[in-house]
């Protein structure tokens, strides 16, 4: 089936709901791949929106019922991409201060084909984004950003804070190569699941990492670069601004693997 849905509390989505997510960009969400009925990284996806719910709505769904919605909304399908988002129709630019458990709305859309083996080239901007440890619903910014860059010549951003430090992209996380070791950068960002997943088990396909503050000045003293999302456990980067950077595909397996390594967890 390739349609897509949209359900709102378990029953589907109404006009009213809508019209109160067009016209109120208030909220937070969490999107992943689902196959075979199961998901990389859900325990990690539920906890991240529990965490945005308590810090944008002062109480949280619990988590166990935003698992039976997914499970609901899903219905037969065992392959789609979903997107989790918690809104409160309570909150409003005139009326801001209301506090409750929020109401969850889960899109489900045909699968999202992973990044291709083209190596990316990435714009560097200035930009940090708002609470940046939320995966909230505030994302002109970063459609803003993407959009410059491809209008540039690029195929996505790169940012870095006001202090040089590159933190994140417009879309996912940056990891740089050293040898065997990954680098990670130390910024105010958000921390991607796969980023996360890939870290608990970089030591079992035998790299290294370790987190500090990379600027774009000590670029050349990388390997490498990649990207990391829900829908890409790692593309190459060929490229940030002027400096370009070889790619190692034996290292990008490896990068994978470990991502592969985390346990899918049945929806």
């Known amino acids: 089936m390739s349609t897509s849905t949209l359900w709102i509390d378990g029953a589907p ?13 208030y ?13 990389r990284g859900l325990d990690r996806h539920l906890a991240r929106l529990t965490h945005a719910s308590h810090a944008l709505f002062g109480a949280a769904a619990p988590e166990d019922r935003v698992q039976n ?35 969850v709305m889960v899109g489900v859309f045909p699968p999202v ?21 939320l995966k909230h619903v505030a994302t002109m910014g970063l459609i803003r950003a993407r ?13 870095v ?3 040089g430090r590159i933190s994140e992209g417009s879309l996912w996380n940056i990891g740089f190569l050293c040898g065997d070791t990954v680098v990670w950068p130390e910024a105010p960002m958000l921390e991607g699941v796969s980023q996360a997943l890939i870290k608990a088990h970089l ?26 999302n829900s829908a890409t456990p790692a593309c190459a980067v060929a490229a940030v601004g002027d400096h370009a950077f070889s790619v190692d595909a034996e290292c990008l397996a490896s990068i994978t693997a470990a991502w592969s390594r985390a346990e899918p967890q049945p929806v």
């Open 69 to 103: 919605l997914i499970r609901q909304a899903l219905g037969d399908r065992t392959g789609a991409f979903v997107r989790v988002s918690l809104f409160s129709r309570d909150i409003s630019p005139r009326s801001p201060g209301h506090e409750g458990p929020p109401r």
């Open 113 to 133: 084909p992973p990044l291709g083996d083209t190596p990316l080239t990435l714009q560097v901007q200035t930009y940090v984004r708002e609470t940046p440890d």
């Open 13 to 25: 989505a109404t006009v009213e709901d809508l019209t109160h997510q067009a016209l109120v960009n």
């Open 27 to 39: 909220g937070a969400y969490t999107s992943f791949a689902v196959a075979d009925g199961a998901v």
């Open 161 to 163: 804070d006001a202090a």
């Open 203 to 228: 030591g079992d396909v035998g790299l290294k990492q370790d987190t500090r503050v990379i600027t774009v000045d000590a670029l050349s003293g990388f390997d490498g670069a990649f990207i990391t």
């Open 147 to 159: 959009r410059q860059a491809r209008l540039a010549g690029y195929d996505d951003a790169l940012f």
